[in-house]
């Protein structure tokens, strides 16, 4: 399948369904060739001293954006010249109102708040798969940084040491990375040996970048790695194409709260969909309480109180909670207890009472079915 670039305009102007029709009948890859046509950036010849920040932000979740800057303005920020927010929207009503608020909120941070430009951005929301959003993300804000290194950054990860993003960037400045960050992935058989990072903490020369690829080459790519066939995450294929990469190792996963699934898990909560991790919901109410949210932990607490069965409905919205198996509160106080710690020295009294109902409440409702991951 091929389009003209005079043709580019109509295929915009196509339903929901022809995007999806091709999705299903030519892949991903057909739909990466249109978005090709349209992603360009240009190479950085004159960059300046410092570091940057990507932070992808699903606009849905957008309440949740303080609680992460709220942990990254706790880090050593020295040499950070922006920190890029990126919606995985186009531009939004009522965009403006909420980007004054944070930058309200922490003026001490450089935000630059970014949106998808109009066309690949109605592209990709149709599309509506997590892999082209984290891509579109990045490569939005990598086309706008002027800093050589940038580090990609997680919307669901809190950083609990000081070093965090330091530690990355001297890594890449002193061994001459083009890659460095926290933790190998290993995701889709990938193993250790691969030695790809994952990008939920990647740096990046971002000047070479830009200079040797395209953002498409940036894209989730199906590719084979020392022989083997790979669905590959984003950035994991040019890594696997360059040698001058590696953890930083000075920090690791101890240096983090990582709340996988969470993203995924609100939304389908939010959309009555089903789901596999349930206990994620008790993860997504502690933030929603660090956001400001007054009372929402007493509140999801006086529903556990009040339940007679495995279902618990937060928001008229019911999850059932009998395929849960009651460690999963231990692990949920494990992580909330670092985040505690970090935050305020000790676990609060509230927290602590709000995970002590969690661990009742699976005792009398849950089972052993789900484990906590």
Not at 14 to 31: F, K, L, M, N, P
Not at 353 to 372: K, P
Request: aromatic share 12%; charged share 25%.
């Amino acid at each position: 399948m091929s389009v003209r670039p005079k043709d580019r305009p109509g295929v915009f102007r196509q339903s929901s369904r022809w995007v999806r029709h091709i999705r299903h009948v030519y892949g991903r890859e057909a739909v990466k060739m249109v978005l090709g046509r349209m992603l360009r950036w240009q190479a950085m010849d004159d960059p300046i001293d410092g570091w940057s920040i990507v932070l992808g932000t699903p606009w849905a979740l957008r309440h949740l954006l303080e609680v992460n800057l709220r942990f990254v303005s706790r880090c050593d920020l020295s040499g950070l010249e922006e920190l890029f927010v990126v919606f995985d929207r186009t531009r939004q009503a009522g965009a403006e109102e909420f980007c004054d608020r944070v930058r309200e909120r922490f003026p001490g941070l450089p935000l630059t708040f970014l949106f998808y430009p109009p066309a690949p951005g109605r592209l990709i929301e149709k599309v509506n798969i997590s892999t082209f959003y984290n891509s579109m993300n990045t490569v939005t804000a990598l086309a706008r940084c002027r800093t050589r290194w940038a580090i990609l950054h997680d919307f669901d990860l809190y950083p609990l040491v000081p070093e965090y993003f330091v530690e990355v960037v001297r890594a890449m400045r002193e061994r001459d990375l083009r890659f460095s960050g926290l933790e190998l992935t290993l995701f889709d058989g990938l193993c250790e040996e691969d030695n790809l990072i994952g990008t939920w903490c990647l740096g990046m020369d971002v000047a070479w970048l830009r200079r040797t690829w395209r953002p498409i080459d940036c894209f989730h790519k199906t590719a084979r790695v020392r022989g083997r066939l790979i669905n590959l995450d984003p950035y994991s294929y040019i890594q696997s194409r360059t040698p001058e990469r590696a953890l930083a190792g000075t920090v690791d996963g101890s240096s983090c709260c990582h709340v996988k699934n969470l993203c995924s898990t609100y939304l389908r909560f939010r959309s009555s969909k089903p789901f596999s991790v349930a206990w994620r919901l008790h993860y997504l109410w502690y933030l929603e309480s660090l956001s400001g949210m007054d009372g929402r932990l007493a509140e999801v607490e006086r529903h556990m109180h009040e339940a007679t069965g495995p279902i618990l409905a937060v928001d008229d919205l019911p999850v059932d909670f009998s395929g849960t198996d009651p460690t999963c509160a231990d692990v949920l106080r494990d992580e909330l207890t670092r985040m505690e710690g970090s935050l305020f020295g000790s676990m609060r009294p509230e927290v602590d009472s709000y995970l002590r109902s969690f661990r009742v409440f699976l005792e009398r409702f849950g089972s052993a079915r789900e484990q906590a991951a």
